[in-house]
Every structure is written in C-alpha cells, then in structure tokens.
C-alpha cells in the first residue's frame, strides 16, 4: 500500500469549495479562517468560515456517538472541507455529509475522526504533528523544576493560607534538588524529549536517554535499556508515546528501580504511568515528589489516591500544549493542508 501523504490529487480542484472552520475556544474560528484566507487566497472560490464548535470533554478515540454530532452535521451542509479541533468525525457525521472530502485536525493526532469510516467514504483527514512540541517541552521543564524546588506549595502557603511555613523548606531535610549535575533519565526523544534534553543540558544537568527508535546523535548519554536508565535516574521524564507496549511503561517494578526519593514527571500521556503505583512509591518515600500534566483519566476523579498527595506531587490539568503559539501553529498547518488539496498537491500530514 503506498503512503497517502504522498499521493497528490488528480488535479486542482475547480468547483466551489466550502470550508467549514469548527474552531473552539482555543483554536479560534477567527485563527483558521485568517490560515486559510492567507493560504488559498483565490484558490477556494466560497469560504463559509468562523463557525464555532463549543469545546466538551477530552475526546477519546472516536468510536460511537457524542453530544456534539447534530450541531455538526449541521454546519457541515453542502461542507466539502472541515477545519477543526475537537469536533466529533464519526461514522454517522460522515454518513449524513456526502460531500465531504477532506477533514483536517488542528491536533497532533486526529483521535476524534473515526479513521476506517473516513476511508470507506473516500474522506482524505489529515492532522498537524508538532504544533505543540515546544510548548510542551517548556511546560515539562517547568514542571520538573516545580517539582524539585516544590514552587507551587511554597506559593500556595504563602499567597493562600498566608503563611511563612514554606521557608521550612530553607533547611537541609527539606529543601529541594538543583538541575546542574542532576541525573535526569529521558524515556523518549521525540520532538518533545528532544528539546527537554537541550534545555537541561543548558542547566548542567547529566542527561540520560532511553529511546530504542532513535539513531544518530542525542543530546545527552544514550542509555540501552529502561532499567539501566532508571537505576541511574534521580529525576525521569516521560515522553514515550503511548501503544499497547507502552501502556503501563512505568509501573511498580520500574519504580523500585529508582534511586531512594527520585522524582518522576510526566507531561506526555497518562496511562504511561500506572498512577496507583506511583502513589505506593510516593507514600514509601521510594518517589520523593512527582509532577503530572496527564493522567489514566481526565479529568482526574475528585477520589484519585494524587489529590491526597499535594505536599508532594504537582498536578496540572493537561496544560503543556497550552500556548497561543500552538493555536496559532495549528492554524497555519491546517490552512497548509487545506491549500494542497485545493491546487491538488500531495498532502503533508494525512493517514487516509
């Protein structure tokens, strides 16, 4: 089978091309509508753009119905492209919009189009990897640091409750560890690990990693195996993504391989980590103080065993693709894609 972003369209397309730009809150309407107006210029001859999609939940891998499919097939009348960040592509939206053909994700993985039912309706869907690559990496050293000088608790002490308590952390036993000369572990050195590891190396930290994919020069020691790179860790970082073999990566044994009172972050996706395990290791003291941005589910349950941990864990909620560059980047990467399909150029980013 040969790689679809690589096969160009027959030609460029000269009938009327209505764009529908399902934005949210995030990804504004008014952001992709400006990408495609400065991308296809003339080339998309009728532009119904700006309509926007009110954000819901995350979005799982979409497999049945969700809230949001009537107000879309709704706008997607008489659509023959739909820009869009979280709206939900299933089998029944793209059944109920025959003229439909090509769906672009300003997201790095199109999770909310149901991929097989966009193939057997000759739907081209298309997403916009990297967007968030350094946003995250930031988001993942700010975290790190957070965790090591134990900021957040020191700030809500302080500014919350009004109180001086967070200067006990001025002293031997309680204060936190320093990145230069740090061994910090990296599980992963994709496009985020990668830059997390050049920010660390600018602190002096001794950066280690373990990625079985990457060839070619790293920064930092590339480390063979897991459990020598986790023995040799005070801090590990995630960014692995997430397959079946890597669902549960980091659990109980991996934990105990740890040096007594690492610490763990994770900014990449939750069910990496087995979170019931973390907390064993986190009350035992094995794990001194962890920083998490994504867990197993999201929101996380008011009953999850982490919220019980606050003076050692740093919890945010999925935050580190938050920045305006990101929505910004996303925009253009959809209007580009959007652009090549008009003047029947082959796609950059597709999977159908």
């Known amino acids: 089978m040969s790689d679809p972003t690589s096969e160009p369209m027959s030609g460029p397309v000269s009938e009327p091309v209505r764009v529908v730009a399902a934005g949210d809150h995030f990804i504004l309407p008014s952001l992709i509508t400006a990408a ?60 109920a919009c025959p003229d439909l053909r090509l769906v672009v994700v300003c997201r ?39 965790a090591l000088r134990r900021i957040p608790q020191a ?12 200067a006990t952390y001025y002293t031997y036993e309680h204060s936190g560890l320093e990145l230069e000369d740090l061994p910090v572990g990296l599980v992963g050195y ?37 459990d020598e790179l986790l023995r040799h860790s005070r801090v590990i970082t995630l960014h692995a993504r997430l397959t079946p073999q890597t669902y549960g990566l980091i659990g ?46 999201e929101p996380l349950p008011a009953d999850s065993r982490l919220r019980a941990l606050a003076e050692r864990v740093v919890l945010t909620p999925h935050l580190g693709g938050a920045s305006r560059a990101v929505a910004e980047k996303a925009a253009r990467i959809a209007a580009a894609e959007v652009g090549r399909w008009v003047r029947g150029e082959a796609l950059a980013h597709a999977l159908t």
């Open 36 to 95: 495609i107006g400065r991308e296809a210029a003339c080339d998309v001859s009728e532009l119904t753009l700006g309509w926007p999609l009110e954000p819901f939940g995350p979005v799982a891998e979409v497999t049945e119905a969700s809230d949001a499919e009537e107000e879309l097939i709704d706008a997607l009348v008489g659509a023959t492209v739909l820009v869009t960040q979280m709206g939900p592509v299933t089998e029944r939206v793209l059944e």
């Open 108 to 146: 790095g993985g199109p999770v909310n189009v149901n991929l097989d039912a966009a193939k057997r309706h000759d739907v081209r869907v298309c997403f916009a990897p990297g967007r968030n690559a350094a946003a995250t990496a930031e988001f993942t050293v700010g975290l790190l640091l957070s």
């Open 155 to 166: 700030h809500n002490l302080l500014a919350g409750q009004g109180s001086w308590e967070g």
């Open 190 to 226: 994709g496009a985020v690990g990668s830059r997390v590891a050049r920010a660390l190396c600018a602190f002096g930290a001794q950066v280690m990693v373990h990625d079985p994919y990457v060839r070619g020069e790293i920064h930092g020691l590339r480390v063979a195996s897991l």
């Open 252 to 297: 109980a044994r991996e934990l105990a391989l740890l040096p007594q009172g690492a610490v763990v972050v994770n900014a990449a996706r939750g069910p990496l980590l087995d979170e019931d395990a973390l907390c064993d290791a986190l009350e035992s003291g094995q794990v001194s103080a962890a920083a998490l941005d994504t867990y197993v589910q």
